[in-house]
């Protein structure tokens, strides 16, 4: 079971990695080539066309949610019994995490986006909340 979870937190790490290599793509070369000029981008985005703004919001959403998913998942392995429960939300987790991640940098419908969010914390609501009972209603760790 701690090889699948160490494989779900693989695979949102990689999710935030490929969400900063594709933004870096659609920056670097605008400044580069001169069409985004450094001064207009040192204090905020909005300089950026759609889609690079659409890539770096998705990047910092990366870090707020899934920081929970982190910890959850190392509490999960720390405790030493990590279960299907544990895999299978931690699963979901991901998935939605990705669904949430396309809706945002293609056609970014609200809607979706917000949908695919909301399942993504209902579903670590419940790893958290299964994670403290099962830590505390345990004889000992």
């Known amino acids: 079971m701690e090889k699948l979870l160490i494989l779900a937190l693989a695979a949102q790490a990689l ?3 490929s969400i900063l290599v594709w933004m870096g793509m659609e920056r670097v070369p605008r400044v580069r080539n001169g069409e985004i000029a450094m001064a207009e981008i040192a204090v905020d985005r909005d300089a950026y066309p759609l889609k690079a703004r659409l890539l770096s919001n998705n990047f910092d959403n990366q ?3 899934p920081v929970l998913f982190y910890v959850g998942v190392m509490l999960a392995l720390w405790s030493g019994g990590a279960g299907w429960v544990e895999v299978i939300l931690s699963g979901l987790f991901v998935v939605l995490r990705y669904v949430h991640a396309g809706v945002h940098v293609t056609t970014n ?3 979706r986006r917000f949908g695919a ?3 993504g914390l209902v579903v670590l609501g419940l790893l ?4 403290v009972l099962r830590i505390v209603l ?3 760790i």
């Open 138 to 140: 345990a004889p000992s």
């Open 109 to 111: 419908h609200v809607f």
């Open 128 to 131: 958290w909340v299964w994670l």
């Open 117 to 119: 969010y909301f399942a």
């Open 63 to 65: 870090f707020q949610l």
């Open 15 to 17: 999710l935030t990695v």
